[in-house]
């Protein structure tokens, strides 16, 4: 009997600690002492010497608002204690001195006779993590979305309590892919020529339908067990840079997921941008530039819903703010991030974002962001790039910016006839109204991402057309983004969401073709991606068209000529928008070849004689580097 009484004491005491919540390493919270109604402690942990020393503490649970909070550690203080309209929040915010020591400590909470002790880590910081290189003008990027890149984890393909498991049926499901699946094709990124790697959100997203993307978050301090856990972002992070890849994380201030727990238990009224009846953004962001916009106009595209499952978030709200603000410092630490992509930035009040983004950067000084603006003028473009002197003083804390006009350019130009106002008159027009721009250098470029149509389909498969569009894209000023099978002309549905978006062929198990290895790619698949490796790998090696100047000729006879040059090379673009040969006399551009007589065609090696003219291929472009 007494057996038996120790059998069902163990059991019980199995049964209590596995009703604890997990913390964010997916082991048991720590909670200590009498049980009480906290359940929930965000940041999981933090650091000491951080630049900021204030940290705020959300704890979540039953009535926790009316518990009387101590701390009893040295060098910590509580210097404020925060609650709103639902008792069941406290926001606890501390002050760690420079002096606090790295180790546990508890937050005690008493309400009556009634207490509990939480248990809390402060972790010492990698020594110089605040001065973290970033990103810069040098950077190859490459862009991918985790689900439809590689499954190298068979085991979490469907995970209890989660909504959506694998069906690589249908495009709107979940497919599979994961870190572990990254972590394995990073050395292909790495013979590809990427040095910086952005992905999609890895956040828990435990939406019904189209969680796959995960930009609507269920739970910020959790990586979506369906793509892995918080220690495998580490390690992907690791091997990237042991590859010399840097990790650039998105960054999305203006919406979570319908299926966020605060859902069910809202921080306060204010905490989201609701309405009497679900109301969408009018998308239209032209309202922040536009002198005469109306106040209606702006308040719809800032409160108004990205999606029906994407609660919009209120960042005015300072309580929200600083937790947000501090998701990212989190990731950014925890993950040794080295930039930051920001999705959807002038859907938020540009502001307000502007001092979010400044508040992480305060953090990591060196830190470079590059912000979505989807606008459709170069003038709109700059408004958004840090440095700009705009008339209302505005200025987004954003040190690059996408150049969706450029895009459009180059899914325009080689599909058109030459003319005054089409063909390469498009690129001399775009690059002359550069002057908007305080930094050209940090522009990014960019055929396709994840929300437009694939570029193989903008040029109807044409392989000539395609590897124009490439090397375009290389060769002008700013940085190049290289979405996802991009490199073996990935084909895809033009004006659908999920056509942009087909899976990395070779990334699963019983794939029956596998585009990671030469062996096993098509020859038109091997041809793009050896074109485009050797762009890349050229552009990782010269300076020159990282930061080089650039000179343009007006475009003749369908053939456009622009220069990248510093004080060490030159480098000769021409474009040859025709359908046939076209020889091009050279002497028109003897300020900028000067005492040039001959280029090294960077793709096959051979020397081309300039001093007369060049017979450039139709459909083509050559890129020459001048000696």
Known sequence: MKDFMKIIKLLLIIFLVSLLPLNSQGQKSPLQGVRGPVTRVEPTYWWTNMHNPDLQLMLHGKDISKSDVSINYPGITITDKKLTDNPNYIFLYININRETKAGFFNIELKNGKKKQLVKYELKERVPNSANRASFTEADNVYLLMPDRFANGNLANDSIKGYIQAVNR????????????????????????GITALWTTPFFDNNDTNYSYHHYGCSDYYKIDPRMGNNGDYLRLSQTAANYGIKMIIDVVPNHCGGSHWWVKDIPAKDWFNTWPSYTSSNYRMTTWTDPHASETDRYRLTHGWFAPNMPDLNLSNSLLFDYLSQVYIFWIE?????????????????????????????????????????????????????????????NSNLQSVMDFVLKDKLSEVFNENEGWDTGTAKFYSHFAQDFVYPNTNMIMNFVDNHDIDRYSTTVKGDLKKYKMGLAMLIASRGYPQIYYGTEVMLDGIPGNYEGHRFDFPGGWAGDKHNAFNADTRTVKENEVFNYLKALLHYRKANPVLQSGKMKQFIPENGVYVFFRYNSDKTVMVICNNNENDSVLSTDRFAEATKSFVSGTDVISGKTVDIQNTVTIPGKTVLILELH
Request: negative net charge.
């Open 169 to 192: 049926s249908d495009l709107g499901k979940r497919h599979g892919g994961d870190m572990e699946g990254i972590i394995q094709k990073i050395p292909y990124l790495a013979d590809l």
């Open 334 to 394: 925890t993950a040794q991030i080295a930039g930051m992509r920001v999705d959807t930035y002038p859907y938020n009040d540009i502001q307000v974002a502007s001092k979010f983004i400044q508040s992480i950067r305060n953090e990591y000084p060196n830190m470079n962001v590059v912000g979505e603006c989807w606008v459709k003028t170069p003038a709109e473009i700059a408004y958004y790039q840090a440095g700009n002197n705009n008339k209302d003083g505005f």
